[in-house]
């Protein structure tokens, strides 16, 4: 490429939705956007997914609710939220001002209840898709009884498809032996693309006291600790479905949403790295813009899914 090329294009589309580009801020990580207002420019994210919303607030669990382990660290939030109706009053209109491209993490006990949030934020100005979390890892009744059975999964998709036209992305667990069968499930319910990865079912100890160090016992496992896991589970993903993937598990530079990329995913989202460096954004960004420069890839879509896993094949002597 010469200086007088085009800068590379980072739009991607996610079915019915365009973004600016493919790095979104992932649920829980980035709160509900506007507290991180005055760090990072939000109408430069390609979205912001904010925090998982039930129909009433919740308090979510009693601390400690987070550990730090090698590479990563443990949650069990427990889903501490506002409920979606002040979430439509109070956050969107500053999230409408500030041109954030808003993704809505649904949370629900029952179907009834991921219907009734999706309706109510489909009613509302400003809400760009809905990412359905049936993923939680935390909370008893928190959306991953869904997500761990092929006939949930189909049951929850296939009821929210039904009240809405927004974009639904179901955020898959990788709590399960073959999340493809998941995707593929979603897929046929009318998903119009997947999210993965969701954090890991974990535990640590403290021997002194021979107690769990969470709460709640068990929580999430996130960060980089995770990332090869999750890059293996988008690769299984993009090779089953058709519908666009968004990737995450351990993103903390561009290399690493690079590697997403190539696996099959679309788009890429950012969570525990927020909490280390909550200016990563415009570094990510600035790298997969040189990364594609550097490569003369004139879009980031044209790299999605394009990992050579044939074995390089020596070419003849003499050729
Ligand atoms: C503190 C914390 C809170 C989270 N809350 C949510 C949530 O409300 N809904 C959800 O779908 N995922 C939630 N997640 C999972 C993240 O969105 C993401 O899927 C996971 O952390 C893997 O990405 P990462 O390694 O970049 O953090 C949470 C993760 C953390 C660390």
Known sequence: MTSSTPAPDLSVRLGPLTLRNPLMAASGCFGYGVEYAELVDLSSLGAVVVKGLFLQEREGHPPPRIVETPAGMLNAIGLQGIGARRFVSELLPPLRERRAT????????????????????????????????????????????????????????????????????PKLTPNV????????????????????VNTFLAMAIDVETRRPKLSN??????????????????????????????????????????????????A????????????????????????????????????????????????????
């Open 102 to 169: 808003v993704v809505v993490n649904v949370c629900g006990t029952t179907i009834d209840e991921y219907v009734e949030v999706s309706r109510i934020l489909s009613d509302a100005e400003g809400v760009a898709a809905i990412e359905l979390n049936i993923s939680c890892p935390n909370i008893r009744e928190g959306g991953l009884q869904f997500g761990c059975s092929l006939q949930g999964t189909d049951a929850v998709v296939a009821a929210v498809r039904q009240v809405t036209r927004l974009p639904i992305i």
């Open 177 to 196: 032996t073959d999340v493809a069968s998941f995707a593929l499930a979603a897929e046929r319910a009318g998903a119009d693309a997947v999210s993965l």
């Open 217 to 266: 016992v068990m929580g999430g496992l996130s960060g980089p600790a995770i990332r090869p896991i999750a890059v293996r589970m988008v690769y299984e993903c993009h090779q089953t479905v058709k519908i666009p993937i968004i990737g995450m598990g351990g993103i903390a530079s561009a290399e690493d949403a690079l590697e997403f990329v190539i696996a099959g995913a679309s």
């Open 268 to 319: 890429v989202q950012i969570g525990t790295a927020n909490f280390v460096d909550p200016l990563i954004w415009p570094k990510v960004l600035e790298g997969l813009t040189s990364y594609l420069k550097r490569h003369a890839i004139p879009t980031i879509a044209d790299l999605v899914g394009t990992v050579a896993t044939r074995p390089v094949v020596a070419a003849p002597a003499g050729a």
